[in-house]
């Protein structure tokens, strides 16, 4: 199977070989030079194309050559997150914010259960030390042109000229930024683009030339709901078993649980304080309810769910808009499964003699439910 070549090295082989203004009969010698079809090469200069049988590269040629000089006016613009007033450290924060205080290249791997906090620490992290933060959420579609960047064509003036846009992790070698590669075990083999990154080596772009150091500062972290190994029991689908010469590039791990009880009855409180929700009560008991689903998960006493402390957040949320704790429940836990949710009900009425469990409160019309 041929390589087929990039619309710029057709470009610059057809303009150093027949000038910026070509015929069919020269593009046929394109073709035999790349051994690929006319079609395929014709198809690749339509946006080129000016008349019959001719296609011109004069002012294409010129705005690919400016556009390898990296725009640095788009370092201009801070990528420092704001300070959240609801975070309350746990966990491996404080583990995160010294090697980010550090200003050491010291990739490092956070995993852990869904919804526990591997993220927002990262974030907090940089929001407290004034530092830069780029977050990249990997799917398995993410390529090497979605990180590093790509040519993309543009219509200025009405004229087609093709420009280099920075990918997240150039940016983040440019500014000397924290690079978050959030959902890292998503990725498919594509993410082996970062291998030299991991390496603190810097990248050479092969599109333009260009030879990027890291600036002072830069860091990379990966968050996942697993260890790179895959989700034997099918919790996590979608995740892949990684490339292990990826994982070896993160020298640390760190193992994230869910906050102890007192960690994330502060979490509760400062988010009710945010939202004007006064019930400590509330909060207490929803603890104990959360803890209670953790502890039957971790001994395979139930199907696979439990209650995060993102969900927690999430009903105090719900409890402020509607004012009410059965409806905040019942919205909050509809995205489980009819079983799981009422399990969920009935576990929850044990904490709370106040909580009326088949309260006609908690009914949602077909049109309105969540």
Avoid at 112 to 135: D, H
Avoid at 158 to 171: A, K, S, Y
Avoid at 192 to 206: A, H, R, S, T, V
Wanted: charged fraction near 25%.
């Amino acid at each position: 199977m041929n390589t087929i070549p990039s619309t710029e090295n057709i470009i610059n082989y057809l303009s150093d070989t027949f000038g910026s203004n070509v015929r069919g009969s020269e593009l046929h010698q394109a073709c035999k030079h790349f051994n690929i079809s006319y079609q395929t090469i014709t198809k690749r200069l339509e946006n080129y194309k000016i008349d019959r049988g001719q296609w011109d590269f004069s002012k294409t040629v010129d705005s690919i050559e400016k556009s390898y000089q990296a725009p640095d006016a788009s370092l201009t613009k801070s990528f420092v997150p704001p300070v959240d007033d609801t975070f309350v450290p746990f966990g491996s924060f404080s583990d995160t914010k010294k090697i980010i205080k550090s200003n050491l290249f010291y990739p490092t791997f956070i995993t852990g259960l869904s919804g526990n906090g591997k993220t927002i620490s990262v974030e907090q992290a940089c929001a407290q030390l004034g530092r830069e933060f780029i977050r990249v959420n990997i799917t398995i579609e993410t390529d090497e042109s979605d990180l590093i960047g790509s040519l993309r064509l543009s219509d200025p003036n009405g004229n087609t000229v093709t420009t280099w846009h920075d990918g997240p992790v150039v940016q983040a070698l440019k500014r000397g930024a924290i690079l978050l590669l959030d959902e890292v075990d998503l990725a498919s083999n594509k993410i082996l683009c970062m291998q030299p990154i991991l390496e603190g080596k810097g990248l050479f772009i092969k599109m333009t030339g260009e030879y990027v150091k890291p600036a002072p500062g830069f860091n990379i972290f990966a968050t996942a709901n697993t260890k790179g190994q895959g989700s034997p029991d099918g919790r996590f689908i979608g995740t892949n078993i990684m490339n292990e010469a990826f994982l070896e590039r993160f020298p640390v791990t760190f193992e994230q649980q869910y906050p102890a009880t007192t960690t994330e009855l502060k979490i509760l409180t400062k988010v009710c304080e945010q939202v004007g929700v006064d019930d400590t009560d509330f909060c207490m008991r929803l603890i104990q309810w959360a803890r209670r689903s953790r502890s039957l998960f971790d001994d395979d006493r139930v199907s696979g769910e439990l209650i995060s402390t993102r969900r927690l957040v999430a009903i105090i949320r719900a409890y402020a808009i509607w004012g009410k704790k059965e409806k905040a429940l019942e919205v909050c836990l509809n995205r489980f499964s009819d079983e799981i949710k009422e399990s969920f009900l009935e576990a929850y009425d044990k904490y709370d003699e106040n909580f009326e469990l088949n309260s006609g409160d908690v009914e949602v019309d077909n049109e309105q439910k969540v």
